[in-house]
């Protein structure tokens, strides 16, 4: 799901959430949309679908982080605004921009259709060009995919390409919450429909490498028994690196990277230097500003060109 705002401090949800009437919705709606899209949603305490939508749509635009806002019309009694935007039933969703309607929907929608309408809300409103928009909806869905929620985070994603068909860093970032989720056929069947125009990006090649490992850790051994073997005979070079291949699919990067070096280091050009391609496997798959990539390129360096 949609989680604007990454990195900024995130207003309270009174600021961005209020119930409006006839007497402020000119303040709270028109007036505020000139800064800020507004999203307005007209509801019934009789309306059984609006119990449902209501709460689905403040918690999307409380993750927004302030890129949008939301007004909350109870349409029985503000029947004169409701006339005049022409509600017919209940919920009925708009959106407004500087003082007019630029989107709305009425009925409920699920969580993936109700995020592909706030992110197409927030960049209509030139959030994606402020640095907001669909920039932070990647940030918030990363952070998702790395506390675990993968759903989640694949629905922002979809909700995403909804928007952006040719994104790199959505496209990687399903593979990767399909990768998390264990479908990792999905996962290259998802690579394998990447546009061309995006192909050989750095996002896309990174999901390349991150599906190649995680295809290595379908066969990894027992970490205990392959470093009892490594210990055992320091120079079963073919143990150490899978030891490496264990340690990476139990998370622990740091580990099987320095496993990885010190096979470098004992013979380079062991298995064709398939410690150094191991590593720049890695290497690939981790994030660019990851201490476990920076210190392992750095000390790569340095034996090769000791």
Known sequence: MLELGQGQ?????????????EADFMAEVVEASQNVPVIVDFWAPWCGPCKTLGPALEAA??????????AKVNADENQMIAGQLRIQSLPTVYAFWQGQP???????????????????????????AEGGGLDEALDAADEMLEQGAVTDAAQTYAAILQEDGQ??????????????????????????GAPAEIS?????????????LARQAE??????D??????????????????????????????????????????????????????FTIFEALKPNDPVLLNGRRKLSSMIFA
């Open 167 to 192: 994104n790199a860093r959505a496209y990687a970032g399903m593979v990767r919450a399909q990768i998390a989720a264990g479908d990792l056929d999905q996962a290259e069947a998802i690579l394998n």
């Open 226 to 279: 392959l470093r009892a073997a490594v210990e055992a005979d320091p120079d079963d070079h073919q143990a150490r690196f899978d030891l490496a291949q264990a340690l990476y699919a139990k998370g622990e990067a740091q580990e099987a990277v320095d496993e990885l070096l010190e096979l470098f280091r004992r013979d380079r050009e062991w298995n064709d230097a398939a410690a150094k391609t191991q590593l």
């Open 61 to 70: 635009v409380t993750r927004a982080g302030g890129a949008v806002k939301m």
């Open 200 to 212: 050989k990006s750095p996002e896309i090649e990174a999901a390349h490498a991150q599906l190649e």
């Open 219 to 224: 066969n990894a051994g027992p970490v205990g």
């Open 9 to 21: 401090a995130k207003p309270a949800a009174g600021d961005l959430i209020k119930d409006v009437s």
């Open 102 to 128: 630029i989107d709305g929907f009425q009925g409920a929608l699920p969580p993936s259709e109700i995020d592909a309408f706030v992110a197409r809300v927030i960049e209509a409103a030139g959030g994606a």
